[in-house]
């Protein structure tokens, strides 16, 4: 199998120690289970600006999930090595 | 209210529009190697434009429209779409740089490229192409739902009595420039407006969630007013906990399986920009919080509630915009949510069209070359985007979102040959298109019983079943993916994986 075969994806594994994997599946997995688990964030107060934390809690959670994932893809981006952008 | 002014600044921003859609092709001949460097060296300016690329046709007619007039009409349960663009660019991290990983070097234009080398079998590769095809077609009628709004607004405050045919011109004339740009210039056209697009959506809503709510008395007015809608208006009500968590993760998983959203995927230049960009994207799903909010906002505002109880709820962001805006803003804003659907359905109508080049008319003619390929995709690209336009005269649905759900629950359907067939040899391709047979039948017999055969709809109004508590309202797209999972994993193992032919064969 030669090398460019293994960058075309077909066969590829990310680099990187067992400990840096678990930190990224973390960061990708959690901020989607809070999304997912309907119950923890449906409830009325305490509200902000007036609106009700249903409706706040999920808007700014959208924000840390987005810094959740973006340490996540720098990580994954160190992995990976190599030079292209 | 001057409605001629409102007028003036649309067309002269179409005006400005159109010229962009056409001079970027010129832009690109005149000054190659340049904008080589800005979309494609890969600097901050590129990871940036990588982001708009994916972002921007994602966020359309559906964010506009769509999920603020089903906020207004049930509540609580449609603001799903937050969670749901929340997850979905998760998943976008997990898969996605695989899929371009798999995809580079190969050249591949398409999901479905992929499921044909990696299932060695071109009948199910046509088999979920055309799925693709189908499942554009309702989210391209919904950006269509989404222009005619803004149209119907805009046209019914300026004439009462010929509205409906001068919107539907209105509509056609666009269609035929949209058609007529997106032949000459391509993705280019479409990401180059695309950015004007979301420049003119983001100066919207910022000014629209910052001057209503302080103009009306602060959110908790609104709420008030809004009294008690069906889902929950403050909190979700009980009964609808499992369709909301089975609408967020569903949509989350069908996203990346459409094929425009592939066809943003594949025109960035590295998995690490994609993987940054995709990270980043979740911000974008902000604008569309806070529209879903206009939902509730517009309660507060009674001259706008005029205006939806006349044109319909699908007006509810426009109307909301016209009430509480000077002329200028009102026809800016408009401009924006005009195109807003417009950029999108050129996106979408060019993967359509690649999926029946590439997909369909290429595997059955293997030796047309290159510039038959392009000419061809040009031609269907045009004919997809009439296809839509004939599809929502014909069509009625009560609510614009639940054809965008319809799209849904059939593109869920080769979630298991391009999600799961990118991870592992295991899945055998018959069992792979009995499951896909079987998720059809069942997704569409549910569609088909909960609007038609039980309830006695006049038009498509949901796509939630209704089952017996415990799991009272469910989307449908879940049942049916479950369906199709069981036939696809069951058959595989007993019929054991395909052989892959791609590896070893096209060793170039």
Redesign the interface.
């Given at each position: 199998m030669s090398s460019?075969?293994s960058?075309?994806?077909?066969?590829?594994s990310a680099k990187g120690t067992t400990g840096q994997k678990v930190i990224v599946a973390i960061l990708?997995?959690f901020?989607?289970l809070i999304?997912?688990i309907?119950?923890l964030y449906?409830?009325?107060k305490p509200?902000l600006?007036?609106?009700?934390?249903?409706?706040w809690f999920?808007?700014i959670?959208?924000?840390v999930?987005?810094v959740f994932?973006?340490i996540?893809?720098?990580m994954?981006?160190r992995m990976?090595g190599g030079d292209?952008? | 209210m001057n409605n001629y002014i409102i007028l003036s600044v649309f067309v002269a921003l179409f005006l400005v529009f159109v010229a962009l859609g056409f001079g970027s092709s010129r832009f690109r001949r005149g000054d190659m190697s340049d904008l080589g460097e800005w979309a494609l060296?890969?600097?901050k300016l590129?990871g940036y434009l990588a982001w708009f690329l994916v972002g921007a046709d994602l966020y359309t007619a559906y964010t506009f429209i769509a999920i603020p007039e089903l906020v207004y009409e049930k509540g609580?349960v449609y603001?799903y779409a937050?969670?749901y663009?929340?997850?979905t660019?998760?998943?976008a991290?997990?898969t996605m740089?695989?899929?371009?990983?798999?995809?580079?070097?190969?050249n591949y234009v398409t999901a479905i490229d992929m499921v044909q080398d990696k299932f060695n079998s071109k009948t199910l590769a046509i088999l979920l192409a055309f799925t693709g095809i189908v499942a554009e077609l309702p989210y391209i009628a919904l950006q269509i739902y989404g222009m005619q709004a803004v149209l119907t607004v805009m046209i019914g405050h300026l004439t009462t009595t010929d509205a409906n045919i001068v919107t539907e011109i209105a509509l056609i004339v666009s269609f035929i420039v949209l058609a007529a740009f997106t032949f000459t210039s391509g993705l280019r056209g479409a990401t180059i407006t695309a950015v004007m697009k979301d420049a003119i959506i983001f100066a919207s809503v910022i000014v629209i969630i910052v001057v209503v709510?302080m103009r009306i008395g602060?959110?908790?007015?609104?709420?008030t007013d809004a009294k008690t809608l069906a889902t929950g208006t403050?909190?979700?009500a009980g009964l609808f906990?499992n369709g909301?968590?089975s609408l967020?993760?569903m949509s989350?998983l069908a996203l990346y399986l459409y094929p425009h959203a592939i066809n943003g995927v594949f025109s960035t230049?590295?998995?690490?920009?994609l993987?940054?960009s995709?990270?980043?994207?979740?911000?974008y799903?902000?604008g569309l919080?806070?529209l879903a909010?206009f939902g509730i906002l517009i309660y507060a505002v009674p001259s706008a509630l005029g205006d939806v109880a006349k044109y319909g709820a699908v007006t509810v962001v426009p109307s909301l915009i016209y009430a509480e805006f000077p002329d200028w803003f009102v026809g800016f804003a408009f401009l924006g949510i005009f195109i807003g659907g417009l950029v999108p359905a050129s996106i979408m109508a060019i993967s359509q069209a690649n999926l029946l080049t590439r997909n369909v008319v290429k595997v059955a003619r293997p030796n047309i070359d290159s510039k038959t390929e392009a000419r061809l995709s040009k031609w269907f690209s045009v004919m997809f985007k009439f296809i839509a336009l004939a599809f929502i005269f014909a069509i009625s649905a009560t609510y614009s979102l639940e054809l965008q759900l319809v799209g849904g629950i059939i593109i869920l359907q080769t979630l298991p040959a391009i999600f799961i067939g990118m991870y592992t040899k295991r899945l055998n391709k018959y069992a792979v298109g009995v499951g896909w047979a079987a998720g059809m039948i069942t997704g569409v017999y549910m569609i088909l019983d909960a609007n038609f055969f039980i309830a006695h709809l006049p038009s498509l109004q949901t796509t939630f079943f209704k089952f017996a508590t415990p799991f009272s309202f469910i989307y449908i797209g879940l049942i049916a993916l479950l369906v199709n999972l069981l036939f696809a994993i069951v058959g595989s193992l007993v019929m054991g994986g395909t052989k892959e032919a791609?590896?070893k064969t096209t060793?170039a």
């Amino acid at each position: 199998m030669s090398s460019e075969e293994s960058d075309t994806g077909w066969n590829y594994s990310a680099k990187g120690t067992t400990g840096q994997k678990v930190i990224v599946a973390i960061l990708l997995i959690f901020p989607m289970l809070i999304f997912g688990i309907t119950p923890l964030y449906n409830k009325d107060k305490p509200t902000l600006l007036g609106l009700p934390f249903f409706y706040w809690f999920e808007t700014i959670w959208l924000v840390v999930s987005a810094v959740f994932y973006v340490i996540a893809a720098l990580m994954l981006n160190r992995m990976e090595g190599g030079d292209s952008q | 209210m001057n409605n001629y002014i409102i007028l003036s600044v649309f067309v002269a921003l179409f005006l400005v529009f159109v010229a962009l859609g056409f001079g970027s092709s010129r832009f690109r001949r005149g000054d190659m190697s340049d904008l080589g460097e800005w979309a494609l060296a890969g600097r901050k300016l590129g990871g940036y434009l990588a982001w708009f690329l994916v972002g921007a046709d994602l966020y359309t007619a559906y964010t506009f429209i769509a999920i603020p007039e089903l906020v207004y009409e049930k509540g609580a349960v449609y603001f799903y779409a937050v969670p749901y663009v929340g997850m979905t660019f998760g998943i976008a991290m997990i898969t996605m740089p695989r899929l371009w990983r798999m995809a580079k070097g190969k050249n591949y234009v398409t999901a479905i490229d992929m499921v044909q080398d990696k299932f060695n079998s071109k009948t199910l590769a046509i088999l979920l192409a055309f799925t693709g095809i189908v499942a554009e077609l309702p989210y391209i009628a919904l950006q269509i739902y989404g222009m005619q709004a803004v149209l119907t607004v805009m046209i019914g405050h300026l004439t009462t009595t010929d509205a409906n045919i001068v919107t539907e011109i209105a509509l056609i004339v666009s269609f035929i420039v949209l058609a007529a740009f997106t032949f000459t210039s391509g993705l280019r056209g479409a990401t180059i407006t695309a950015v004007m697009k979301d420049a003119i959506i983001f100066a919207s809503v910022i000014v629209i969630i910052v001057v209503v709510p302080m103009r009306i008395g602060g959110f908790a007015v609104a709420f008030t007013d809004a009294k008690t809608l069906a889902t929950g208006t403050s909190t979700l009500a009980g009964l609808f906990l499992n369709g909301f968590i089975s609408l967020t993760i569903m949509s989350a998983l069908a996203l990346y399986l459409y094929p425009h959203a592939i066809n943003g995927v594949f025109s960035t230049n590295s998995t690490k920009r994609l993987r940054l960009s995709t990270a980043l994207l979740p911000i974008y799903g902000v604008g569309l919080a806070l529209l879903a909010l206009f939902g509730i906002l517009i309660y507060a505002v009674p001259s706008a509630l005029g205006d939806v109880a006349k044109y319909g709820a699908v007006t509810v962001v426009p109307s909301l915009i016209y009430a509480e805006f000077p002329d200028w803003f009102v026809g800016f804003a408009f401009l924006g949510i005009f195109i807003g659907g417009l950029v999108p359905a050129s996106i979408m109508a060019i993967s359509q069209a690649n999926l029946l080049t590439r997909n369909v008319v290429k595997v059955a003619r293997p030796n047309i070359d290159s510039k038959t390929e392009a000419r061809l995709s040009k031609w269907f690209s045009v004919m997809f985007k009439f296809i839509a336009l004939a599809f929502i005269f014909a069509i009625s649905a009560t609510y614009s979102l639940e054809l965008q759900l319809v799209g849904g629950i059939i593109i869920l359907q080769t979630l298991p040959a391009i999600f799961i067939g990118m991870y592992t040899k295991r899945l055998n391709k018959y069992a792979v298109g009995v499951g896909w047979a079987a998720g059809m039948i069942t997704g569409v017999y549910m569609i088909l019983d909960a609007n038609f055969f039980i309830a006695h709809l006049p038009s498509l109004q949901t796509t939630f079943f209704k089952f017996a508590t415990p799991f009272s309202f469910i989307y449908i797209g879940l049942i049916a993916l479950l369906v199709n999972l069981l036939f696809a994993i069951v058959g595989s193992l007993v019929m054991g994986g395909t052989k892959e032919a791609s590896v070893k064969t096209t060793k170039a």
